[in-house]
């Protein structure tokens, strides 16, 4: 994460600033702050990128597993018609398609909050750190005015 390297630059350069008299105000080089900042805001478009990319991955891990749960219950559905043709094993048939079909929900809602609660998890951890660094930007350009 490059930004938090830069952002790490900017904290050393105002720790480090020889302090006005009388008063808890540093003097910084203007142009060095205004150059880390432009880099910065360099960066911050691919984190952003990578945040899209994360919400993308979770629709699409969404996907495939509702689409494997699909097939699951489209599987259980063919067995079962291939069952009817058997008098005496319809009987069991249709015990079986009750419990193929509701494991297969089962595991379908398992995959489904699962892959939600991974997604939400990644995407909460980009969104504290997209936060965090913004309130620190905002501190900076604070502490600047």
């Given amino acids: 994460m490059e930004i938090f390297t830069l952002l790490e630059t900017l904290e050393e ?23 880390i900042i432009k880099e910065i805001r360099i960066k911050l478009p691919e984190e952003l990128k990578q945040a899209k990319w994360v919400k993308e991955e979770r629709t699409r ?23 009817i043709d058997e ?12 419990e193929i ?3 297969a929900n089962e595991m379908a ?8 609660e991974h997604a939400d998890a990644l995407l909460g951890k980009i969104e504290d750190v997209l936060e965090e660094t913004l309130r620190t930007i905002q501190n900076n350009r604070r502490e600047l005015s």
């Avoid at 495939?64 to 018609?81: L, T, Y």
């Avoid at 809602?109 to 939600?116: C, D, P, Y």
Wanted: charged share 35%.
């Fill in 61 to 83: 891990i969404l996907i495939e597993a509702q689409k494997e749960a699909d097939d699951i219950v489209k599987e259980a559905e063919n067995r079962i018609i291939a069952m």
């Fill in 101 to 103: 079909i509701e494991t």
């Fill in 13 to 35: 350069i105002i720790e480090n600033s020889k302090n006005m008299p009388f008063t808890s105000k540093g003097i910084v080089d203007k142009e060095e702050i205004l150059d």
């Fill in 87 to 98: 008098h005496e094993i319809t009987r069991k048939a249709y015990a079986q398609k009750a």
């Fill in 109 to 116: 809602r398992e995959i489904s909050n699962g892959t939600k």
